[in-house]
């Protein structure tokens, strides 16, 4: 195992919009919270007992595991939107499940397609009860170019 199980989560989300794909990304970053820190990209598994948190500020720099969806484009006018969704088990010592979506679109259609894909991958794919669905979206409207970024946290 690396580093300690994460006992906590939060969801978070932003959008940005800048000259370049990186910096529109980094915009995005920033406006949810996590922009001056280093990303741990996750496969998408909440553990075992995690109990959601408030999104608070991170310490800068630090190294910061999470699962997100995100989308860029260079085509004004596009409507981005990313979302998350989490299935949280009615056995606290089961794993949830974090499930991501980016599209151009509307924010409502992605949001629930990350919350059907939850639902498959523990009723259907893990035989997992659900206890609760919990998800964030987020959408925003190319100016030049765009991102949206959508993201589970964890925390120690």
Do not use: W
């Not at 980016?102 to 009860?129: F, K, N, Q, W, Y």
Request: hydrophobic share 40%.
């Amino acid at each position: 195992m690396f580093g300690p199980l994460p006992t906590k989560y939060f969801l978070t989300a932003g959008a940005g919009d800048a000259s370049t794909e990186l910096n529109a990304f980094d915009a995005a970053l920033l406006a949810a919270r996590v922009g001056d820190t280093n990303l741990i990209r996750l496969s998408s598994i909440l553990p075992p007992g995690a109990q959601q948190t408030d999104p608070y500020e991170l310490q800068k720099g630090s190294m910061v595991p999470l699962a997100y969806g995100e989308r860029v484009s260079r085509e004004p006018g596009t409507l981005l939107s990313a979302a998350v969704a989490i299935g949280v088990p009615e056995d606290p010592s089961a794993a949830g499940l974090i499930m991501e979506c980016s599209r151009i679109g509307d924010p409502g259609p992605c949001e629930e397609t990350a919350r059907r894909m939850v639902e498959e991958g523990m009723l259907l794919i893990r035989g997992a009860r659900i206890r609760e669905i919990k998800s964030i979206s987020v959408s925003h409207t190319v100016r030049k170019v765009g991102a949206v970024f959508a993201a589970v946290v964890l925390c120690p």
